[in-house]
């Protein structure tokens, strides 16, 4: 009798223990990811928050929490003319570097499609300046743009004395250096997406089109590139996202100028908020940029929710 007793405590006891490690293995994992959810929680929405909030006042070099209204948003869009030229330069600079990054990113990924030899030592060219952070970028093309040191004077050294090229000291060109060195940075990354696409799509479809007699352009031109809208809609996307929160690229490469002939709205908050002293100003501009990016965003995480839908 005292030996069934003691076997039941025995089975009692590793039942208690069983379901307090069960326990434990639940509750352990939410305790080590809940001071990163608490700063997450803080540094990104609370200061969010705080932006939106600060934007109604009239703060200046220092927070002032008392709500004004949106005398800011109508002195931004009404009285700052340097607020238009970022806006401008936005749209310049968004629609040269999508462009570019899709068709060349798109043209590359094509030409690998091929199979050809050294495959992998093409990939490591085109996909190298991924490697490199935009102050890295925007310091070698600086240093390559540079009138009096970069490829003017290489070319003029090589006997064309006469040869400029002043694009990044020029007002009314400086913002296509920007370009140029964006999309130099971010092609490899679009490349990347359009070629994943491209392996992605089954081989018997090229093979029965063969057959049909198209030839491999038409091929690609009415069957293979049209298959891959939603890899063009992902590229978009990114490269839309990148160019409204581009900041350092330009602030190592021109710093907004000459003048703020290539100021972005990025690079305006920092001038506004941080060297001027008006900080609901500057925050007024940064609640502009952040709901342009959700207006990117949240329709894109729609469709693709929908189309996850729609495929289940």
Known sequence: MDNELQTQTNAGNKIKSGGFLNSLENIFP?????PTFVLA???????????????????????DYELKGIGQYI???????????????????SSLFIAICIVIGLALAIFLDQRIRAEGFFKAIYLYPMALSFIVTGTSWRWILNPSLGL???VQQMGFAD????????????????????????????????????RGIDNSIIKAAQVDGATLPRIYWRIIIPSL???????????????????????????????????MPATFMYTFAF?????????ASAVIMFLAVMAIIIPYLFSELRATRNAK
């Open 275 to 283: 060297n001027r002293g008006r900080l609901a100003f500057g925050a």
């Open 152 to 154: 003017e004077r290489l």
């Open 30 to 34: 939410k305790l080590v990811l809940a």
């Open 41 to 63: 929680l803080v540094c990104i929405y609370g200061f969010i928050f705080w932006t939106i909030w600060v934007s109604f006042t009239n703060s200046g070099l220092l927070p």
């Open 163 to 198: 040869f400029t090229f002043r694009w990044l000291v020029e007002p009314e060109t400086a913002i296509y250096t920007i370009v140029i060195a964006a999309a130099w940075q971010s092609t490899g990354f679009v490349f990347a997406l359009f070629l994943a696409g491209l």
């Open 229 to 263: 809208r939603p890899v063009f809609l992902s590229a978009v996307i990114i490269l839309l996202h990148l160019a409204i929160k581009s900041f350092d690229l330009v602030m190592v490469l021109t710093g907004g100028g000459p003048g703020y002939s290539t100021d």
């Open 75 to 93: 002195i931004l869009f009404t009285r700052e003319p340097r607020w238009w030229v970022a806006i401008r330069n936005l749209f310049i600079f």
